[in-house]
């Protein structure tokens, strides 16, 4: 018999591995979601999320993934999971993701595929959008240069390609690196830790998920988890754990607070000091965001502790179908559309790098 068993839970409630049914809609998480989905819906270049570690900046990453319809978004989520990068690797990986076929190794090369996919997507009615996880890794003053150059990808006012950072704070230092790429953020979000009113709404929205509808933890024992996890969905996510399966072996109905403190010991976590004037604890459904513009409608409630970053260093999703670039003859109108796109790269390219050698 397993703790899920003795519990009566269907699944783990508490881990930390990424799962959409999970997402815990925390106020300040909704209020982060719109204004992301405002960033993505007008295309407004770039938006940076910072946190600290275990604050739920990935799963966040990964729900605004799953929030923009592929019908109206080219989007893709890269994970970037070491710093030693060229700018040529992060070219190559933004275009394979936008649907670039067989990106060039040279990159003013890549620049031009990217330019001239960015454009068709446009011509198609959607919108590039590329969320960047780990993106305190990015910390070279080349790398950002590369950002702004991308950024600069316009046709007559209207930015062909939005990025949304999330990171440490750390990458707030990355973006002074460069200072007209740090004049572009057209917003900043901060997500911070949870309150302890909130600790304990996740904490029942697990364990609801994963199939038992009564809190098995007493009053004590989610003070403690608070009081031991700062508030961390991460951290949360380990003590609960933790404390779920030694009351197991003990037989314990309901986790008495006692039993979180020894699991805290065990875990080296400490009482933390809390002194947060903080976002308020409600549970607000993040809205959907119609790409005609506007939040319509609820969402339902899924739910999110912060993740590793799986193995792979990127991940795509959302990609759109390209069939329509592959077919081999080429209707009278389609060589006229890239006849256009060939124009408008080439004087793109002739202002941007003329003067360069």
Same mark, same amino acid.
């Given at each position: ?26 106020? %300040?998480?909704?209020?982060? +979601?719109? &204004? ?6 007008? !295309?407004?270049?770039? =938006? $940076? #999320? ?58 003013? %090369?890549?620049?031009?595929? +990217?330019? &001239? ?6 011509? !198609?009615?959607?919108? =590039? $959008? #590329? ?126 607070g006692n039993i979180v403190e020894e699991m805290a010991f065990d875990l080296g976590f400490e009482a933390q000091v809390h ?83």
């Open positions: 018999m397993s703790y899920l068993d003795f519990y009566r839970l269907q699944t783990e409630p508490f881990s930390n591995a990424p799962n959409e049914r999970f997402y815990y809609n925390s106020a %300040q998480h909704a209020r982060a +979601l719109t &204004r992301i989905m405002y960033i993505t819906e007008t !295309m407004k270049g770039l =938006a $940076v #999320v910072v946190g600290d570690i275990g604050t739920g900046k990935t799963t966040l990453a990964r729900k605004v993934l799953d929030s923009l319809p592929g019908e109206a978004y080219e989007s893709a989520l890269l994970i970037i999971l070491h710093s030693e990068i060229s700018p040529e690797w992060l070219l190559r990986k933004i275009a394979t993701q936008l649907g670039v076929e067989q990106p060039a190794r040279d990159k003013i %090369q890549i620049i031009g595929q +990217l330019y &001239r996919r960015l454009l068709q997507l446009h011509e !198609m009615g959607k919108k =590039a $959008v #590329v969320l960047i996880d780990e993106a305190q890794m990015l910390n070279s003053k080349e790398l950002m240069e590369e950002f702004r150059g991308l950024l600069n990808l316009e046709v007559t006012a209207h930015k062909l390609i939005t990025f949304v950072f999330f990171g440490l704070p750390e990458v707030e230092q990355n973006l002074n690196l460069d200072q007209p790429l740090l004049q572009r953020v057209a917003m900043k979000i901060r997500l911070s830790t949870l309150t302890e009113e909130a600790t304990k709404a996740y904490i029942t929205h697990r364990l609801a998920i994963a199939g038992h509808r009564d809190n098995l933890f007493t009053e004590e024992a989610q003070r403690n988890i608070y009081r031991f996890s700062g508030g961390f969905p991460r951290k949360i996510n380990i003590l609960c754990d933790n404390a779920l399966f030694q009351g197991f072996l003990m037989r314990e109905r309901v986790i008495e002194a947060q004037a903080s976002i308020p604890a409600v549970e607000i459904p993040p809205p959907d965001w119609s790409p005609e513009g506007g939040p319509v409608g609820e969402q339902p409630d899924a739910g999110i502790p912060e993740a590793e970053a799986p193995a792979s260093a990127v991940k795509q999703e959302n990609s759109a179908d390209l069939t329509e670039f592959q077919e081999s003859p080429e209707s009278e109108t389609e060589t006229e559309a890239e006849d256009d796109i060939e124009a408008k790269f080439d004087a793109f390219f002739e202002e941007t790098f003329s003067g360069d050698e």
